[in-house]
Antibody
């Protein structure tokens, strides 16, 4: 059974780069049925899809974040990563990794537990 | 595509029926999912492709609709069902979520 776990710094300074990693267990990141996804949620607010990547390296990003976001895969470690550049307080949120593709590309399951990232000096 | 959920809050008692609505600003075909989220937890998938229950989801949860109008129904609310519910769509490669409906205890 696929399981995901986020990791990374909980505090990032304004204008710096936020970097998170999602470790995948119970399955291979090489599986071409999956889209590896990042979603975030500011405190007390709704969910925002950040983007996705698949094993071929194809990426899709939310247009609202596209200029600042990069996703990548590390097949040797069965992990995928997120980088968000030039962060501001508006990027403070719980960041979730998730997967889409099985049984449908229209849904996300499973999700990681989430990791809180605070942008503050 | 914008998803609008209604109502924002639904106050009901255990055992009652809950009907949650999600309306899309344009057709999303059947690419509509529903999630349940409790405080401090990640969202949990309930329904995908408008009407398919995810693995392990009780039969009291059902989804319906297509195009622009969708409904999540909880036939008889149990204490564990009081939470926030989000709908989510996929149009081509772009995903968006609704703003959520909070189901709380009356």
């Amino acid at each position: 059974q696929l399981q995901l776990q986020e990791s990374g710094p909980g505090l990032v300074k304004p204008s710096q780069t936020l970097s998170l990693t999602c470790s995948v267990s119970g399955g291979s990141i090489r599986n071409d049925n999956y889209y590896w996804t990042w979603i975030r949620q500011p405190a007390g607010k709704g969910l925002e899809w950040i983007g996705r990547i698949n094993i071929s390296g194809s990426t899709n990003y939310n247009p609202s974040l596209k200029s600042r976001v990069t996703m990548s895969l590390d097949t040797s470690r069965n992990q995928f990563s997120l980088k968000v550049t030039s962060v501001t307080a508006a990027d403070t949120a719980v960041y979730y990794c998730a997967t889409a593709g099985v049984p449908s590309t229209g849904m996300f399951a499973p999700w990681g537990q989430g990791t809180l990232v605070t942008v503050s000096s | 595509i914008v998803l609008t959920q209604s109502p924002a809050t639904l106050s009901l008692s255990p055992g009652e029926r809950a009907t949650l609505s999600c309306r899309a600003s344009q057709s999303v075909s059947s690419y509509l999912a529903w999630y349940q989220q409790k405080p401090g937890q990640a969202p949990r998938l309930l329904i995908y492709d408008a009407s398919n229950r995810a693995t392990g989801i009780p039969a009291r949860f059902s989804g319906s609709g297509s195009g622009t109008d969708f409904t999540l129904t909880i036939s008889r609310l149990e204490p564990d069902d009081f939470a926030i519910y989000y709908c989510q769509q996929r149009a081509n490669w772009l995903y968006t979520f609704g703003q959520g409906t909070k189901v709380d205890i009356k």
